[in-house]
């Protein structure tokens, strides 16, 4: 009879699986596709939009006039805007869109696109950008893009840079900003006999590449897949390079070694304490000042090169955009809302006050070219997002892993690369 | 207590006592000391927002400030949260731990077919790591309806196998015979239950009563994961949707101060009744 | 040695022939005897008198007789709730495993190739070594210290109030808190490095080496248990009748021999407890990593539940990390209930 208690907890999983599985998670597809001109009055229903703290303060403050100035054009329709928290927001969104009970329209980043496009839960938004498609920057679309179709609207774009500490300049005696590696690598003496460091490297897991490896192996002239996608391309002549520069950036000394093993907070980063001369991506708008380095101390350089054959200006900026969940049931609502949000004026208004950057050429320069930020915009055309795919996530969570190893223990770069690339080809053949 | 003893084993054993009391104090200290260093980071680095942290003088500062929990709390209706997350662990604490009381007797002094199969299922769902049951259970909770409501909330943390194992093994130490008298005196079941053997349990009632309290009131995911609407977030839900990506360990510390200091106060309140409890417990 | 300490009797002896009472026979249970039941199931008192339906009556009595029909209301609630969110969600989960689940809804059969995957990855048997390092280190630590601080906090001194109510405090902390306050402790430039180089012994690469980062991982992690277990292993000392440790010491036995035939035994059931909770607690480390480490340095700190998480919620595979938490869930049993046997029942 204790078979019984055995058939019993099988029938409470299978019922529950079974009920996971029957009702789908309300996918319906609303009639055709989503088209951005409809008469405002026609439509109705409530849209629910997913965002994030992407202001340092009150981001669901700076929501409401423009959920109010929408809900005038549009009377019939009703905006909630829900402000999640950074923090485990891929568990609540896949939890929910697994329990059919997401938003209509959510924030997302070109790394989440893949995961979630593939699995069926966003909606194709080509038709929303289909008529004024040449004001976006193509870089923009493209890092929203899976599949040759277009999975999110860009709201945002971010820029990473050369930056530079004024005051610790001065005090090592550096009166130049560098712009290769070798020059950067030059400063390197004095700035560690006056007891700085010349740069930081964040080495831990789960810091994504996209900030700290990729941009040099980029700047080396490198590139993460192949062009085809099929075949990691990282072990390169120019990831050897640029993984050598990293191990003589531990081995002498010029970085600080906590950052190495753990991701800093504003205020344990060296940086923000003063003790670090050049930060080579980094972003004027996630600057925090401190006390000990206020921002009138950093100076905005152009990315930097390799400096070797087939070296390239090139750096990091990421692209957040707005994209409408397949299993919403105001799809046409969302996606009025959707356009009117990224619309010129409207995405004028938000980046400007977020310290990002447009992904419309229309909307002009945002930023005085006076201001810090204003001299990063400039950088723009220098940045890239990468090329993202299905296993982008799992062969940069591989990766870090590896480049720490080699980093921390001084292993051969040619070695670890390999091994690593190995491990990305088996990755990449499993899910082809 | 001690029945006639020679008077040199007496002075032996005083002896023995008063060294041991003199030895304990070292190490009950020096772990008092390293037990509390953590707390004592926590609050002075939420004071030190807007300056880079250093040592030794960040935990040793002469300028505190108190932004950080302006900037922890800006925006936010914390005293919303507060009350939800009140709800959220006191409903559940009451709940907890009658079902588990009332089941840990009937394990502890009954007998009934598959007790040990039954018992050791409960168990073995603890082994099972959260991140499997996350989504079924979100879904189960969808298909009841219960999604952003408070008994969505409250009703899957019920069952909570921990206090059922706890109550169990101290139910299983009440003596039959209290529970035999009673039933001498013609009382029922239930009356037996409530007013002999529950009152011998309460010590070990009133810690896990704390310790339930606690997991609700410090829970994160299940809230963030049910819950639609900013003014159904929870104290730890609230206070993250708050923070921007990059902010300073400061303001993190504060939020931590905030959701920590509604508990310590709790616990102030409570610990000298559980503790003293335990205490007469031995006595016994 | 007096063999009468260590063979105690644990109360259960009733007496079914008290003065004043009809013994009724205590029978009709369908076999399953269990521990912690020796006569725990004594006979029920009579009825109070009074005009009823004789054969309501009757069935009352054999219910009661039965001790099951109580037994059963008394569990019901516990029990269905138990089943319908805990057990169901759990078999949903683990079921998944045979197969592949993608967030809309959609499911395949897919037999063992998960299973087939997980053991033919590298990364998984680096998990699961990691995860075995870690509770050999975590578990027996943080019983030890926890015994260690009940007993002393047994002794009647002044302030071991206090002393008790301190070593609570970190369990009554959030463990992401936590996690982010010792992630700042144990930096190259944080407190205990600053406090070992003070001292004149070095910096110490607490989470920055492969072979530290599970010892400072299980130091915190007991920091942040001990409190509980020791209040646990506190109220199961101070069960322990006086007269025991004393009959011990009058027939001359010394305190350690008095602590390992008297007391430990005695504390079996409140040690089995705690033992058993941490070994899962300690197989299903996750928070700590999560916050401090992410798994890091390279490989060195990327638990079971961490591979669990990484597969299902970043990289979308469901049914590979569903099958990984079968592995975990098997092992974590057996482990287990080889405890049962090592503690000799679990103790009742």
């Known amino acids: ?432 | ?284 | 040695m007096s063999e009468r300490a260590t063979h105690m009797p644990h109360g259960r002896e009733t007496s079914l022939e008290a003065p004043g009472r009809r013994p009724l026979p205590s029978g009709g249970e369908g076999g399953e005897g269990g521990e912690g039941d020796k006569g725990g199931d004594a006979a029920v008192g009579v009825a109070a008198a009074g005009p009823r339906h004789p054969a309501i009556t009757q069935a009352w009595q054999r219910m009661r007789r039965n001790g099951t029909g109580m037994a059963l209301v008394f569990i019901a609630p516990y029990v269905v709730l138990f089943f319908v969110f805990r057990i169901g969600p759990a078999a949903a989960g683990m079921v998944l495993s045979f197969g592949s689940y993608s967030i809309n809804g959609t499911t395949h059969w897919e037999g063992l190739s998960n299973f087939h995957a997980l053991f033919t990855d590298p990364l998984f048997w680096t998990s699961l070594r990691v995860t075995v390092v870690y509770t050999i280190i975590a578990v027996p630590l943080t019983v030890v210290v926890s015994l260690g601080m009940a007993l002393l906090c047994t002794r009647s001194i002044r302030g071991i109030k206090v002393y008790r109510a301190l070593y609570f405090l970190p369990v009554i902390t959030s463990l992401v808190t936590s996690s982010v306050i010792w992630q700042w402790i144990y930096s190259s430039n944080g407190p205990a490095n600053w406090f070992f180089e003070s001292i004149g012994l070095g910096a110490v690469p607490w989470l920055s080496s492969n072979s530290m980062v599970l010892p400072s991982l299980s130091l915190m992690s007991v920091w942040t248990r001990f409190g509980f277990d020791m209040l646990i292993l506190l109220a199961g000392l101070l069960a322990i009748p006086k007269e025991y440790t004393e009959a011990a010491m009058i027939d001359g036995a010394s305190a350690w021999q008095t602590f390992w035939r008297v007391t430990l035994p005695q504390l079996r059931p409140a040690l089995f407890f705690v033992v058993v909770l941490e070994l899962i607690q300690s197989f299903q480390v996750f928070d700590v990593i999560y916050v401090m480490t992410r798994g890091g340095p390279g490989d060195a700190s990327y638990s079971l539940v961490y591979l669990i998480y990484d597969q299902g919620f970043n990289f979308f595979n469901f049914g590979y990390a569903s099958a990984a938490g079968v592995v975990l869930f098997a092992i974590t049993l057996v482990v287990s209930l080889w405890q049962r046997w090592v503690f000799r029942g679990d103790g009742t």
Request: aromatic share 10%; proline share 6%.
């Open chain 2, 1 to 284: 207590m001690t029945t006639g003893i020679a008077p040199d084993l007496a002075r032996r054993l005083a002896k023995r006592r008063s060294r041991r009391k003199l030895w304990a104090h070292l190490p009950l200290a020096l772990v008092a000391l390293l037990t509390i260093f953590p707390f004592y980071v926590m609050v002075i680095l939420s004071t030190q927002n807007g300056q880079a942290i250093s040592l030794p003088g960040s935990l040793f500062p002469v300028h505190f400030n108190l932004s950080a929990y302006l900037a922890a709390i800006q925006g936010g209706d914390v005293m919303r949260w507060a009350l939800n997350t009140l709800i959220y662990a006191g409903v559940s604490v009451v709940l907890v731990l009658t079902f588990a009381s009332f089941a840990a007797y009937a394990f502890a002094k009954k007998r009934f077919f598959g007790k040990t199969v039954l018992f050791w299922t409960f168990i073995a769902m603890l082994m099972v790591p959260y991140q499997l049951t996350l989504i079924p259970q979100f879904i189960l909770v969808a298909k009841l309806g219960g999604i952003d409501t408070y008994w969505g909330l409250i009703v899957p943390t019920l069952a909570n196998a921990q206090a059922l194992f706890l109550m169990r093994q101290f139910i299983s130490q009440v003596p039959d015979e209290l529970i035999d008298a009673g039933r001498i005196d013609g009382a029922g079941e239930f009356r037996t239950f409530v007013q002999i053997v529950l009152p011998q349990t309460k010590p070990i009632l009133a810690t896990l009563g704390v310790f339930v309290f606690l997991w609700h009131w410090n829970d994160f995911l299940w809230p963030l994961v049910e819950t639609r609407s900013p003014d159904h977030y929870v104290m730890t839900v609230g206070l993250y949707s708050l923070e921007a990506q990059n902010i300073s360990l400061a303001i993190t510390m504060a939020a931590a101060v905030i959701t920590f200091l509604p508990i310590f106060f709790l616990y102030l309140v409570l610990q000298r009744y559980f503790i003293r409890s335990v205490a007469i417990t031995g006595l016994k």
């Open chain 1, 1 to 432: 009879m204790r078979l019984r208690y055995a058939a019993a907890l099988l029938a409470a999983g299978t019922l529950a699986l079974v009920a996971a599985c029957s009702s789908g998670n309300g996918i319906s597809s609303s009639g055709g596709a989503i088209s951005s001109s409809t008469d405002p009055n026609s439509l109705s229903g409530t849209v629910t939009m997913w965002i994030y703290p992407i202001a340092p303060t009150g981001e669901a403050a700076d929501w409401k006039p423009r959920v109010a100035a929408f809900e005038k054009l549009y009377p019939h329709v009703k905006v909630n805007v829900v402000v999640q928290p950074w923090a485990n927001r891929d568990e609540q969104l896949e939890t929910a869109i697994a329990g059919g009970k997401g938003p209509d329209v959510v924030y997302l980043i070109p790394d989440q696109i893949p995961n979630y496009a593939n699995s069926g839960s966003l909606e194709n938004v080509g038709s929303l950008v289909s008529s004024d498609k040449s004001d976006f920057y193509p870089n923009a679309l493209n890092a929203l893009t899976y599949n040759g179709s277009l999975y999110g609207v860009p709201l945002l774009m971010q820029a990473t840079t050369l930056l530079a500490n004024k005051n610790v300049m001065k005090a090592a005696g550096i009166t130049q900003i560098p712009t290769t590696w070798s020059q950067m690598l030059a400063d390197g003496p004095a700035l560690k006999a006056k007891g700085f460091y010349l740069t930081e490297y964040d080495a831990a897991p789960d810091q994504t590449l996209n900030e700290t490896f990729y941009p040099l192996l980029w700047q080396a002239g490198g590139q993460v897949l192949s062009a085809n996608g099929k075949q990691a391309a990282f072990n390169s002549s120019a990831g050897v390079t640029a993984l050598g520069f990293l191990q003589t950036l531990v081995k002498d000394g010029y970085v600080p070694k906590d950052p190495l093993t753990v991701d800093p907070t504003p205020d344990t980063d060296p940086i923000n304490q003063g003790k670090v001369a050049f930060v080579m991506t980094g972003d004027v708008a996630s600057l925090t000042p401190t006390a000990q380095v206020p921002l009138s101390a950093w100076a905005v350089g152009k990315p930097l090169s390799s400096g070797t054959s087939g070296g390239k200006v090139i750096s990091y900026g990421t692209v957040g955009g707005l994209s409408i969940l397949s299993q919403s049931q105001n799809k046409a609502a969302a996606a009025a809302w959707v356009s009117w949000v990224t619309s010129t004026a409207q995405i004028k208004s938000y980046d400007s006050t977020h310290d990002y950057f447009s992904p419309r050429k229309s909307v002009g320069t945002l930023f005085s070219p006076s201001t810090l930020i204003g001299q990063e915009e400039e950088m723009l055309p220098y940045v890239t997002q990468g090329s993202i795919n299905l296993d982008s996530r799992q062969i940069i969570s591989d990766l870090a892993a590896k480049l720490q190893g080699a980093i921390l223990n001084d292993t051969n770069p040619q070695q670890a690369l390999n091994s690593a690339a190995t491990e990305t080809n088996q990755l990449l053949s499993r899910s082809s």
